[in-house]
């Protein structure tokens, strides 16, 4: 009953491949988010989704590329990774644009070798 | 852009202390401010939260202070314990933005 659930929880990859990061909640929410975590645990938002479409894009490589099938699913595609790619990538989510909490997930650990 | 949370990256505290984290935010117009917990291989959780019109709330050994003339806001844990051993992150919302911008964080660190 996980609310927002993220596949894979590891991910070990050499440089240039391309991977994908699923993501999906539970929690009815129509919000959806994806942040990176550097190795001194800040966090920068990434991308967020709401009810499928793109309405934040921050300056992100486009190796990066976000889809949204439905409000409860967002994915993330890398291509041709780099080492700097290496961080943990959470999966977020809420309802709406207001002022309220996000709901995370409990991340992956991407490691570019 | 939003800067938030420019300092204290560790706190020491002994178990039973009182803990305060402190943070710091440069946009005069944020008008929701979050606290998370992050532990180790786990995602950031809600602590608690405070909107622009008020100036404290209390949660459960938690309480969240708002100074919004220096652009300050606390978080001060009561009878700290091992469990609250973890990084804390503080994060503003800025009108009508869904985006949430994170501090920098702070790692409590609770001694026996």
């Known amino acids: 009953d996980t609310a927002v659930s993220q596949t894979p929880k590891y991910l070990v990859t050499q440089m240039g491949n391309d991977k994908s990061i699923k993501c999906e909640q539970n929690?009815?929410?129509?919000?959806m988010y994806w942040y990176k975590q550097d190795s001194k645990k800040f966090l920068k938002i990434m991308f967020s989704y709401n009810n499928k479409e793109l309405i934040i894009n921050e300056t992100v490589p486009n190796r990066f590329s976000p889809k949204s099938p439905d409000k409860a699913h967002l994915n993330l595609h890398i291509n041709s990774l780099e080492l700097g790619d290496s961080a943990v990538y959470f999966c977020?989510?809420?309802?709406?644009?207001?002022?309220?909490?996000?709901?995370f997930g409990s991340g992956t650990q991407l490691s570019v070798l | 852009g939003e800067s938030v949370g420019l300092h204290l990256p560790t706190l020491s505290v002994q178990e039973g202390d009182n803990s305060i984290i402190n943070c710091a935010y440069s946009?005069?117009?944020?008008?929701?401010f979050i606290w998370y917990k992050q532990e180790s291989g786990k995602g950031p959780q809600f602590i608690i939260d405070i909107r622009s019109n008020m100036d404290k709330r209390q949660g459960q050994r938690v309480t969240v202070l708002l100074n919004k003339t220096v652009k300050h806001l606390s978080l001060q844990i009561a009878a700290t314990q091992p469990g609250d051993s973890a990084v804390y992150f503080c994060a503003v919302i800025t009108g009508t933005a869904s985006k949430l911008t994170f501090g920098t964080g702070t790692r409590l660190q609770v001694t026996l």
């Open positions: 977020a989510s809420r309802f709406g644009y207001s002022a309220e909490k996000l709901f």
């Open positions: 946009n005069s117009a944020s008008d929701y």
């Open positions: 929690l009815g929410h129509d919000t």
